[in-house]
Nanobody, 122 residues
Framework: QVQLVESGGGLVQAGGSLKLSCAASGSIISINAMGWYRQAPGKQRELVATITSGGSTNYADSVKGRFTISRDNGKNTVCLQMNSLKPEDTAVYCC????????????????WGQGTQVTVSS
């Protein structure tokens, strides 16, 4: 099975920085896109950033210029560097990955981590 584990969340003051990491492990043949999502209390889950296997990135407008997504294909890891944090960034952050798990159909599946809490104080 495939497992995604996030780390790096915590409590930080407004204007501070945090770096989140997510490592995928298990029966992985390859990984296409990876991404970060977040969900705040009372709000719907929203896309934060995505990155393809080739390194193309996409960001939510609310985090552009402040967050940077990156990945290490050799380690099956995706990171999210978060700078200039704001109280409205407070949420549970989850990583996801589109994973090829076998060479016969169906070969791809979507997997999610358990989430890590990010709290930004004013």
């Amino acid at each position: 099975q495939v497992q995604l584990v996030e780390s790096g969340g915590g409590l930080v003051q407004a204007g501070g920085s945090l770096k989140l990491s997510c490592a995928a492990s298990g029966s992985i043949i390859s990984i296409n896109a990876m991404g970060w999502y977040r969900q705040a209390p009372g709000k719907q889950r929203e896309l934060v950033a995505t990155i393809t296997s080739g390194g193309s990135t996409n960001y939510a407008d609310s985090v552009k210029g402040r967050f940077t997504i990156s990945r290490d294909n050799g380690k099956n890891t995706v990171c999210l560097q978060m700078n200039s944090l704001k109280p409205e960034d407070t949420a549970v952050y989850c990583c996801n990955a589109e994973v090829q798990i076998r060479r016969t159909w169906p070969s791809w599946g979507a997997y999610w981590g358990q989430g890590t809490q990010v709290t930004v104080s004013s």
